[in-house]
């Protein structure tokens, strides 16, 4: 299995671009998570899905912040318009269906460093 | 306002030696708890975990100790080793539908031979 895949890997924009992260979860996998790490705030859910659905968005820091997961094996992240205190790096992480046991591991994918200008 | 404290941002061990690396919560509903290591330029990845209703786990060289009136975890890698050297995370959860993980700022963990 080729793991998670994010891409791109980097990106470096202007300030006021629309920027759209790529996420490609394990095939099979019932969730998928999107993350923000910064050296601040650490890593920081944004918002994750379950087949598909939205469950849980409270992270999402405003408005300019979107996601969508139109089907199984593809989800973006869309920053519109995009400011300089984006910059952080974006991760993408999928799991199973945690059965009996919540505490089952997420897989993540290398990650996306935004550099906003 | 931190949940997750990993009050060490760094560490340095001597190869063959004992690596502890500390968490204190304190919210005493979460139910689960997480430790992941990342090497630079990757993404997180799963290391050890523990049940809220257990006091220790082992997994080969590495042990999760629980103590839940304390809301406090630690983390015991032995022996330690080079390749063990990363950044290392603990993220602690809730049961239930929520699948949310609250994640500490991580502890940098450095194995000299």
Known sequence: ?????????????????EVTL??????????????????????ELLIYFNNNVPIDDSGMP????????PNASFST??????EP???????????PDPGVWIGDEQFFGPGTRLTVL | DQQVKQNSPSLSV???????????????????????????AEGPTFLISI????????????????N??????????????PGDSAVYFCAPGRDGNNRKLIWGLGTSLAVNP
């Not at chain 1, 974006?90 to 799991?95: L, N, R, V």
């Not at chain 2, 304390?70 to 022996?79: D, E, W």
Request: glycine letters at 4%; a positive charge.
């Open chain 1, 22 to 43: 790529r996420c490609k979860p394990i095939s099979g996998h019932d969730y998928l998570f999107w993350y923000r790490q910064t050296m601040m705030r650490g890593l």
């Open chain 2, 14 to 40: 001597q190869e063959g030696r004992i690596s502890i690396l500390n968490c204190d919560y304190t919210n005493s509903m979460f139910d689960y708890f997480l430790w992941y290591k990342k090497y630079p």
């Open chain 1, 77 to 82: 992240l869309k920053i519109q318009p995009s």
């Open chain 1, 62 to 69: 405003e408005d300019r912040f979107s996601a969508k997961m």
């Open chain 1, 1 to 17: 299995d080729a793991g998670v895949i994010q891409s791109p890997r980097h990106e470096v924009t202007e300030m006021g671009q």
């Open chain 2, 51 to 66: 049940s809220s209703i257990k006091d220790k786990n082992e997994d080969g060289r590495f042990t999760v100790f629980l």
């Open chain 1, 85 to 95: 205190r984006d910059s952080a790096v974006y991760f993408c992480a999928s799991s």
């Open chain 2, 68 to 81: 839940k009136s304390a809301k406090h975890l630690s983390l015991h890698i032995v022996p330690s080793q």
